[in-house]
């Protein structure tokens, strides 16, 4: 091989794996996210003090400090303040996690199981409609993992929901506490403004 295009070609193979070692570090988190801003004209959202505000199924779950934790991290990012003894806005937040058995297209079986294993705070619970066998099944079913959020901001003067947001995402991650993280970060995306409609916000993490 002629030695500029032997130099050319180590080059471009180096860059090739310096690309794929690159993101082999990181994962993508793509989350469907869903926001609605309902404040009244000349109230402003952005800087407001907030407080969390518990359902009383909500007291006893374990997980319910961690997600507020995460909704919190995520909400400091965007300019919101939590200050429990001045706070212009109440804050409930939820998270709700299952699994389930998924062909090799990610769509779930119908003999799949799914069980809760993350908590589970004021949402719902559902993996959409179950597909048929078909050529899938010659290979081993994978587990899929469903995780939800949502944070709804009420003004606690009015008592008036100011601003409401979810985000789901479906994947193959196991270990629940990053992706419930990178979750509330997407739900938070775009605030206080968001645009109308479902949209699809990737974010990338560590593996």
Not at 10 to 24: F, H, V
Not at 72 to 101: E, I, K, P
Not at 115 to 126: A, D, E, K
Request: proline letters at 7%.
């Amino acid at each position: 091989m002629h030695k500029g295009l032997r130099r050319i070609f180590l080059t471009m193979a180096a860059l090739a794996l310096s690309q794929l070692t690159g993101c082999a570090t990181v994962r993508l988190v793509d989350s469907d996210v869903l926001s609605v801003a309902a404040a009244p004209a000349g109230m402003r959202l952005q800087g407001a003090t907030y407080r969390f505000e518990r359902l009383p199924s909500q007291a006893n779950n374990p997980e319910a400090g961690l997600a507020e934790q995460q909704a919190q991290a995520a909400m400091a990012a965007v300019g919101l303040v939590r200050d429990d003894a001045n706070a212009q806005l109440s804050v409930l937040v939820g998270f709700a996690g299952t699994q389930y058995l998924a062909d090799p297209w990610g769509r779930p079986l119908p003999m799949g199981a799914r069980s809760p294993f993350y908590g589970s705070i004021s949402m719902g619970r559902g993996i959409g409609p179950n597909a048929g066998l078909g050529m899938g099944m010659r290979f081993p079913p994978t587990t899929q993992y469903r995780r939800e959020v949502s944070v709804v901001m009420r003004d606690l003067k009015s008592g008036q929901v100011v601003y409401e947001t979810r985000a789901a995402h479906d994947g193959i991650w196991s270990d629940s506490a990053p992706v419930f993280a990178t979750l509330f970060q997407a739900a938070m995306a775009n605030f206080p403004n968001p645009p109308a409609g479902l949209r699809r916000v990737n974010i990338e993490i560590p593996r």
